[in-house]
């Protein structure tokens, strides 16, 4: 048994033992689990990939004469200015006005909110916009110009949905080409699309919550952040294998951290024909080797872990239910997958070479004390099941 501490006072001194998530299947497999669990402090997992629900906070500070922001674009680009006089929140998925709202022609690019926010992040320029009724408090009714990050007082990534702990393996049954979020799927099932860094995902390796929970810090595209709350549409009580990894979606993560310290490598903002937009992002979460149990499940392996194959073309925009059946990621990560005899080739929107890579940057850092770890002051939920859209009918 360890505690946080004492992890912590080994950082901190520089004598940690810390091995990502994909090195430590391997330390066990030559040192067996006893000597791992004496000699590892911690297993740095990562991820990267696009993650919709993604979105920041601006602080612009105020001009002469003062403005209270009842509407607000930038670059073009929607953000919701109902707040406090000059903070607004700037969605990821939102597409600039008077975009497109169904992209299906090649050629066709969507710009949104993610693009803003990578450019932020470059450190790049972007032309506000901001309009207002008008106060005696605020008189201003009208303000345009061009801000870059180091302008702003406060930058800040507040991401309500992160880090799903599985995901689907999407396919198209029907005989006509689907756009989906998930990429172009062919018909026929002619491909299938998958998004999870498999062995190296945070959630996978720590699949009932035990060290990641509220007040965990995360590396989140270069800045150190922290685990706000459970991220939405979490729900653990689904189907999960003899190990207690997950068989889909289940857990996902709140994430915050100060943008003017993140990196735009891990920062993307992606444009999906016929879906729209979104935020690729780069997460990085520590493990703390507490015991044995935590030890087992940080070796979990790509062979271990399954995803649902699931129909976009009906299963999913019906939400049927149907599973036409399962994946594991060493497979999905070959190339190809077999279902029913058939043989589908299979492609990532998940980076496993960034997500490798930011795990060895998040070991870097925490090895030269840079990175410490903070216990939870509140474990995710364990017992949650997932609600539908209530559709009541109204009487007019």
Not at 145 to 172: F, G, K, S, W
Not at 303 to 317: G, H, V
Request: aromatic letters at 8%; glycine letters at 8%; a neutral charge.
């Amino acid at each position: 048994m360890r505690t946080y501490k004492e992890i912590n006072d080994k950082i901190a001194s520089g004598k940690a033992v810390v091995l990502t998530a994909e090195e430590i299947i391997d330390y066990v497999d030559r040192k067996g689990e006893d000597k791992a669990l004496a000699e590892v402090d911690v297993v740095t997992t990562a991820t990267f990939g696009p993650m919709c629900s993604s979105g920041c906070f601006l602080n612009f500070g105020q001009c002469v004469p003062k403005i209270r922001i009842s509407e607000c674009t930038i670059d073009g680009v929607m953000a919701y200015s109902g707040l406090a006089a000059v903070d607004v929140f700037l969605g990821a998925t939102q597409l600039r006005v008077n975009a497109p709202a169904n992209l299906t022609f090649p050629g066709e690019f969507s710009f949104g909110g993610a693009h803003v926010i990578e450019k932020l992040v470059a450190g790049e320029m972007v032309e506000v916009i901001a309009t207002s009724y008008g106060t005696q408090e605020y008189p201003r009714r009208e303000l345009r110009t061009e801000v870059c990050i180091h302008d702003l007082n406060q930058a800040i990534m507040v991401n309500p949905r992160n880090c799903y702990q599985n995901y689907n393996v999407a396919v198209n049954c029907s005989e006509k080409r689907l756009y989906t979020y998930l990429g172009q799927l062919e018909p026929n099932m002619q491909n299938a699309s998958y998004c999870s860094a498999g062995q190296l995902s945070p959630l996978l390796n720590d699949p009932w919550y035990e060290t990641i929970g509220i007040g965990t810090a995360v590396w989140l595209a270069g800045s150190h952040g922290h685990v706000y709350a459970e991220g939405t549409q979490h729900f653990p009580t689904c189907q999960r294998s003899p190990n207690g990894v997950p068989m889909e979606g289940a857990g996902t993560l709140g994430l915050t951290a100060d943008m003017k310290q993140m990196q735009r490598k891990y920062v993307r903002g992606c444009s999906f024909r016929g879906y729209g937009v979104s935020l690729a992002l780069g997460i990085g979460i520590p493990i703390p080797i507490l015991n044995q149990r935590i030890l087992r499940q940080v070796c979990v392996r790509d062979s271990e872990i399954l995803a649902p194959i699931t129909d976009y073309s009906l299963d999913y925009p019906m939400k049927t239910g149907r599973v036409l059946g399962y994946a594991n990621y060493e497979q999905l990560k070959s190339g190809q997958i077999e279902l029913n005899g058939h043989k589908i080739a299979t492609s990532s929107l998940s980076s496993y070479s960034l997500a490798l890579e930011i795990a060895e940057l998040l070991k870097a850092e925490i090895s030269k004390g840079k990175f410490l770890l903070s216990e939870p002051s509140q474990l995710l939920p364990r017992e949650q099941f997932s609600k539908p859209f209530p559709i009541r009918e109204k009487t007019l």
